[in-house]
C-alpha cells in the first residue's frame, strides 16, 4: 500500500478521538494505564529503495507515536515500554510486556491488543511463563535467558523498581487457583490480577469473533469487550461510538476526512454500470462493499470489506462490519481466499498425491481456533487412499506445499510471530463429501443442481461428520519458507 508522511498525522488523529469517547462512558480513564500487548514486525524495501513494512510497525515507530508518549497522551499511556513494543524479537517483547503489566497491576485501568487472536496468544503466554514472570517479579530481576537484548533489559528494570515478595506471592496463588481441584483455573484471570480494569479493548468484530468465548473465559464474562475502531492498512476508517454495547452491536461510524469514502451496493455487483454511491447517500439497512479514494493514491481502490448500515449518528452513516468478501480462512491478520486456498490445495496434490497414483476427491476447510496459536484445518477425501497410508509422509508433506503455496501474511504468522500453527489435514473416509451433499440436500433443502462443496465449514453438523468420518491427521512437519 502507498503511503505519506501526512497520513500519520491522520492515523494519530483517529487515535486522539478513542480516549474521550471512552471518557463519555467510563470516565478518569486517564488517571491510569493500559495494559497493550503490542508488536513491531519486519521490514524490508521495495526495488526501488522505498521502506515497505505494516501500517503499525510504521506507527510505533513513528514521531508521532514517540511524541504522543513523550506527552502521556492518554491514549498511549501504557505499562509496555516503547523499548518492549519496539523489540523484533516477540518472545522477549511478550515476556518483558507482561512483566512491566504485572508489576503496574494497580494502575492498569483497560487492557488490549490490535486483535483478539493477539490478546489471546499474550494471555496463553501468561499461562505457560508465569513461574517465570513471579520469580522475577519477586526478585526484581529480568530473567537472562528470556529477555537478552539489553536496551529491553534496561527498560524494563527501570519499571521493576525492585524485588516485590507480596507481589509474587498474590500472583502465585492467583496461578494457581484451583477451581475444579484436578487443574488451576484461568477463568477470570484478567480481573483477579488486573482487579481495577474496566474493559477489554480488542477487535473483536468480524472474522475475530470466533475468539469472544476465549476473552470472555480469561475476563471472567464480567469484563466488557470493546471494539474502539476500524482500520486497514491502505487507511485508517472510523470508530465506535458507542463502545460499551455488545460486540453484535457494534457500529462503526466512519471519519470522513481520513479518505473519500464510496459504496458499491452489493446487490448491484451483477449489473454492467455499477453506481457508487456517496457516504451521504446510503441507506438504512443496505449492505455495501466499502471504495476508497486515499490521499496516499489509491483511486476508488475497493478495501474488499462488506458493511450495513445500522443507524446514524446526527447525520453520519454508522456501520456493521458483515463480512470481508471471499476470505474463507482467517486466525490471526492473515486473510486467505477462497481462490487462493484453491491454488494452493490443487498444487500441494498434484506435488504430492499424483506421483503416487492418488488423487484428491473433494477438500474443505475450518479454522481451529481452541487452541493457542489457532491453525488451518483441511478436510481430505483422497481416492487411493491406501497407497497414501503406505507414505505417510506423503500428507504431512502435502501441509507443507499448502503452507507454501499461500501467501507472505500467512506465512509470515507461521515464521516470525508464531502466531498460527502447523496447518493440519485430516484424511476423511472416502464417500464423506457425498453425505455431506446427502445432507445439504435432504436437510438443508439445497438444490442438487446448483450443490456446491462449502470450501470453509464453522463448527455445527458437517463440522461433525466431517470429524466424525476421520481416518488419520497429519501436521505441517516444518516451517514454510518466508522472507520479509
Ligand atoms: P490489514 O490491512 O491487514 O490491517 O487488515 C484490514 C482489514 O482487517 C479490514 O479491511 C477488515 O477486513 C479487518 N478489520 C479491521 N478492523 C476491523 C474491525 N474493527 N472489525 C472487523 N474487521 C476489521
Known sequence: MPTIDEELDRKS??????????????????????????????????????????????????????????????????TSPTETILCNDTHQSMYSQLLCGLVLRHEVLRVGAVF???????????????????????????????VTDPVVRLAVSRVLVGPNPGLADFLERECRR???????????IIPRVWSNCKYIDVIVTGAMSQYIPAIDHYGGGSLPL?????????????????????????????????????????DRFVEKEIKLVDLVDVKLGQEYELVVTTYAGLYRYRVGDVLRVGGFKNKAPQFTFVCRKNVVLSIDSDKTDEVELQTAVTRAAVQHLAPLGA????????????NVPGHYVLFWEIDNGVMIERSSSTVSESCLAVEEGL???????????????PLEIRVVESGTFDAIMDHAVTELGASINQYKTP??????????????????????????????
Open 359 to 370: 488423487s484428491l476427491v473433494e477438500y474443505t476447510s475450518y479454522a481451529e481456533t481452541s
Open 116 to 146: 483478539a487472536s493477539g490478546f489471546i496468544r499474550a494471555i496463553k503466554f501468561f499461562e505457560n511463563n508465569w513461574t517465570s514472570l513471579c520469580k522475577d517479579v519477586r526478585n526484581g530481576t529480568v530473567d537472562h535467558r528470556i
Open 178 to 188: 484451583d477451581d475444579t481441584s484436578s487443574s488451576p483455573s484461568w477463568r477470570g
Open 13 to 78: 488523529h483517529l487515535y486522539s478521538l478513542i480516549m474521550p469517547v471512552m471518557n463519555q462512558f467510563l470516565p478518569n480513564l486517564q488517571n491510569g494505564k493500559g495494559m497493550y500487548f503490542l508488536f513491531v514486525k519486519s521490514e524490508s524495501k521495495t526495488p526501488s529503495g522505498l521502506p515497505a513494512r505494516p501500517v503499525l510497525t510504521s506507527y510505533y515507530k513513528s514521531r508521532h507515536f514517540a511524541r504522543a508518549r513523550a506527552a502521556n497522551d492518554p491514549y498511549t499511556n501504557y
Open 407 to 421: 501467501n507472505s501474511v500467512y506465512r509470515q504468522g507461521r515464521v516470525w510471530d508464531s502466531s498460527i500453527g
Open 226 to 266: 470493546v471494539c474502539s475502531m476500524y482500520a486497514s492498512s491502505e487507511c485508517y476508517f472510523g470508530l465506535n461510538l458507542n463502545p460499551l454495547c455488545n460486540p453484535d452491536e457494534v457500529l462503526y461510524t466512519l471519519v470522513p476526512t481520513m479518505a473519500y469514502f464510496e459504496f458499491l451496493p452489493v
Open 455 to 484: 470450501r470453509c465449514v464453522k463448527r455445527g453438523p458437517i463440522f461433525e461428520m466431517l470429524n466424525s468420518r476421520v481416518v488419520s491427521s497429519h501436521f505441517s512437519p516444518r516451517l514454510p519458507k518466508w522472507a520479509p
